[in-house]
C-alpha cells in the first residue's frame, strides 16, 4: 500500500539528488529532481523551497510522487525534452493539433528552446530554387504539385497604394495598377512571356505590371504590400525577376511588418544595379540566336515554346536574390518594397519588380 507521507529516506530534502515521480494522469514518469528543476522554471519553482510539502503520494520503492495534471498526449514528448532538450519533435504536417497543444506546454513547463524550434513549421532556401513560401502556399502549402497564383486563390492579398481610390483615382494608371493581373503579376512564379520592344521601356506583352513605384514619373513612393493571411515568416532572403523600363535599378527597401502599420527595414538597397533594364540590355538579342523571332510566322506549339524559353531566360538572368543581414529574429505576416532614393532621380521612382518570392521559417498556428 502506498502512503500520502514523504519517505525519509529517499525523498527528503536534504537526501541530495532523489529519484522521484510526476504522475500525469495516471501515468507516472521518472527520474531524478536535479533533471527537472535544470531543465523546467516550472519544476524548479515548484520544487524549491520545502520540496516535501509537495508531495501527492509515496510509491511502493518509497520514492514521492508528485501529480501533474496537464495534458497525458503531449506529456511524453514534454518530458523527453526534460532529459534530452535537443530531442525530436513530431510534424506540423503529421499532426498539427500534437504540435498545437505542445507549444502550450512548452511555455506552461519553460521550454524555451522546444518553444522556439516548435514556431518553425517549415523553412524554405533559395538553394533549393526559386520556390519558396509563395510558391508553396500557390500550390496549397504543399496539398498539390499544381502551382496556381496565390493571390487569384486567396492565398496572399496584394494590395498598398493601389487599394487608396481617394487619393490615387485620377491617376492615369491608377486603374491599371489595381488590377487583378496587376497584383498577380508581383507573386507569379511562372508566366508566358514575350518581349514588345527594345530599349529602357522593354516590357512583357502582359498588359499590366506589378508598380512597386509610379511609373509615370510622377515621383511618388508607392509601394505594394503583401499579406501573407495564414503564415508568418521569418526571412533570410527574398528575389525577383524583371518587369519594365529601369527594372530595379534606384534605392529601395524591402520592409516587414506584424501589424501592417509598423514596419521594419530589413533591407536597404542602394545604387543596386543588379536587377535592371537598359538600352544595352541583350536580352532579346539572347532570345533570338536561340529561338526564331514571332515573325517568321511561328505555329502555338512554338510560340508557347519561344514563350518559355523566355522566361527560363529571365529567370537565370534577371532574377537576384537578396540575402538579409543581420539575421531578422522576428516572424512578420506583411511586407513590401518601397523606394528610398532621390526624389529627383528619375530611376529612383520607377522601380518595377515581378514574381517575388520570399525564403526563411514559416509559423502556421
Not at 303 to 329: F, G, K, M
Request: net charge negative; proline share 5%.
Amino acid at each position: 500500500m502506498t502512503s500520502r507521507r514523504s519517505s525519509n529516506n529517499t525523498s527528503s530534502s536534504n537526501s541530495g539528488d532523489p529519484i522521484l515521480g510526476l504522475d500525469v494522469c495516471g501515468k507516472v514518469y521518472y527520474c531524478h529532481r536535479s533533471t527537472l528543476v535544470q531543465n523546467s522554471p516550472y519544476f524548479a519553482t515548484r520544487f524549491q523551497g520545502n520540496f516535501d510539502s509537495d508531495v501527492s503520494y509515496v510509491d511502493e520503492r518509497g520514492r514521492n510522487v508528485y501529480f501533474v495534471e496537464r495534458c497525458p498526449l503531449s506529456f511524453p514528448h514534454i518530458f523527453r525534452h526534460l532529459l534530452n532538450p535537443s530531442a525530436g519533435y513530431p510534424s506540423f504536417d503529421k499532426d498539427p493539433h500534437l504540435v498545437r497543444q505542445l507549444r502550450e506546454e512548452a511555455d506552461f513547463f519553460g521550454l524555451a528552446h522546444l518553444s522556439q524550434a516548435l514556431m518553425v513549421t517549415r523553412s524554405f532556401s533559395p538553394l533549393d530554387g526559386n520556390r519558396g513560401v509563395l510558391y508553396w502556399l500557390g500550390c496549397q502549402k504543399g496539398i498539390t504539385t499544381q502551382y496556381e497564383n496565390p493571390y487569384l486563390t486567396g492565398a496572399v492579398h496584394v494590395g498598398g497604394w493601389v487599394d487608396d481610390p481617394v487619393k490615387y483615382q485620377q491617376k492615369p494608371m491608377f486603374e491599371m495598377a489595381r488590377s487583378a493581373s496587376c497584383r498577380a503579376n508581383f507573386v507569379q512564379y511562372q508566366q508566358p512571356v514575350t518581349i514588345l520592344n527594345r530599349g529602357v521601356h522593354a516590357r512583357t506583352s502582359i498588359e499590366s505590371y506589378s508598380y512597386l513605384l509610379w511609373c509615370d514619373h510622377g515621383m511618388e513612393r508607392l509601394p505594394v504590400t503583401i499579406d501573407l493571411k495564414s503564415v508568418l515568416l521569418r526571412p533570410t532572403h527574398y528575389s525577383l525577376r524583371v518587369s519594365q523600363c529601369y527594372g530595379m535599378q534606384g534605392d529601395w527597401n524591402f520592409e516587414a511588418s506584424q501589424d501592417g502599420t509598423v514596419w521594419d527595414v530589413l533591407h536597404a538597397a542602394r545604387g543596386d544595379a543588379r536587377l535592371c533594364l537598359s538600352e544595352s540590355s541583350d536580352i532579346i538579342t539572347k532570345l533570338e540566336k536561340s529561338l526564331p523571332s514571332p515573325a517568321a510566322g511561328l505555329s502555338e506549339r512554338e510560340q508557347q515554346q519561344r514563350s518559355e524559353a523566355l522566361l527560363r531566360l529571365i529567370e537565370q538572368d534577371y532574377r537576384h536574390t537578396w540575402e538579409l543581414a543581420p539575421v531578422v529574429t522576428q516572424f512578420y505576416r506583411y511586407f513590401r518594397i518601397i523606394g528610398a532614393g532621390s526624389e529627383n532621380d528619375i530611376r529612383d521612382n520607377c522601380l518595377h519588380g515581378e514574381g517575388l518570392e520570399l525564403f526563411g521559417d514559416v509559423y502556421e498556428d
